[in-house]
């Protein structure tokens, strides 16, 4: 079993919880078949809290 950080907010840090709304930041992917989204999101997305992002929002971010 591999070990793996648990997802953090790319703007305060702060940990990401099971079912806490979260916005992520990634490329589409150029290739078909992705099964193990968890993975992909982990490796080619930055997740951000809905604090962050609504604070962003709220300022013409």
Request: glycine share 14%.
């Amino acid at each position: 079993m591999f070990l793996f950080e648990e997802p953090a907010c790319a703007s305060c840090q702060k940990k990401i919880e099971g079912n806490e709304e979260v916005y992520v930041k990634l490329i589409y992917p150029k290739g078909r078949g992705m099964t193990e989204v968890k993975a992909w999101l982990r490796n080619g997305g930055g997740f951000y809290c809905k604090a962050c992002t609504e604070q962003k929002t709220s300022h013409g971010g």
